[in-house]
């Protein structure tokens, strides 16, 4: 990623959190990012080693259970490091790279999320039909075409941002390097960047949401076609899980992108942020084990072994 002619920044400044609450936030964040390594690790082996568990609907949560490991590492890791030291810069390709492999791995959860609506529209809405149009290979190719959708729209997008100018203020108010913040700094107009960022929100949030919105509206509309009582019960309980993780991660994710950079004026900000980079990932391993009694046993069966 070149740097214009006019670019003088070798590095950025996080501001990061108030320091007299660093150690606390430490504490609390350590605790946090070790729970959510553990609890997806358990996920992923679970579904990896039980074989009643390797079905479309499980394969999408390993796959998602990875996706998670790997986007709150992006950030988190770092965060723990400023809250020890007085420097917080970063370099402007560490920045870039940051930035990158967050976008990357956002953009692949909503998609990973919008497959697993899918999923269970098939299964609910054609169940006879349902291992033959989600067999195992079609899950494999969706999670894999999830990930290339990642790797790909975030390469253009950073590319993008990354082509600025960036010759005056060096300090992003913020604990990490989020393409709002880094594009408020360019010493050039980025009015066209800030439509591309909405461009390319609106291709990762609403579209795939969009898809996740038409497969409910078919599910329940095939729910409610049911006699009886215990089945409609049954059939609403295996979307449980996965409504609570889209509420939680599509809600904060809207609120945050599919606005222009006044956003950065708000002072919840951060803690909007830190609502789907910290604690959905962490959140996530208890929402579907502990609403999802075929997983909860397995993993139970598998820390007993």
Not at 192 to 221: K, M, R
Not at 229 to 238: E, I, M, N, Q
């Amino acid at each position: 990623m070149a740097k214009g002619n006019e670019t003088q920044l070798n590095e950025f400044i996080l501001l990061g959190f108030s320091k007299n609450r660093q150690p606390i936030l430490f504490a609390i964040f350590l605790i946090i990012y070790f729970f959510t390594l553990m609890g997806n690790m358990l996920i992923i082996v679970t579904v990896t080693i039980q074989q009643q568990l390797h079905c479309p609907m499980y394969l999408f949560l390993r796959s998602l259970s990875f996706t998670e490991i790997f986007y709150i590492s992006v950030t988190v890791p770092r965060m723990l490091r400023d809250f020890l030291h007085l420097d917080k810069g970063i370099s402007f390709v560490a920045c870039a790279a940051q930035l990158y492999f967050f976008c990357f791995l956002g953009t692949t959860e909503c998609f990973l999320l919008a497959f697993m609506a899918y999923d269970r529209y098939v299964a609910i809405c054609h169940p006879l039909r349902y291992m033959t149009i989600m067999s195992k290979t079609k899950c494999l190719g969706l999670s894999l075409g999830s990930w290339l959708s990642g790797i790909f729209l975030s390469l253009i997008q950073i590319s993008y941002v990354f082509s600025l100018p960036f010759c005056s203020s060096n300090i992003i108010d913020h604990f990490f390097c989020d393409i709002l913040p880094v594009v408020k700094l360019a010493c050039a107009d980025t009015a066209a960047n800030e439509i591309a960022i909405l461009i390319y929100s609106s291709l990762v949030i609403p579209l795939p949401f969009l898809l996740i919105l038409v497969s409910y509206v078919c599910i329940i509309n095939s729910v409610l076609k049911i006699p009886s009582a215990v089945g409609r019960k049954k059939a609403f309980s295996t979307c449980g899980s996965h409504l609570t993780s889209v509420s939680l991660f599509y809600g904060t994710a809207t609120i945050t992108y599919l606005k222009t950079k006044s956003i950065q004026t708000y002072v919840g900000a951060k803690l909007i942020s830190l609502l789907y980079i910290v604690l959905i990932p962490m959140l996530n391993p208890l929402i579907y084990s502990l609403r999802n009694s075929v997983i909860k046993n397995a993993m139970s069966k598998l820390i007993k072994q």
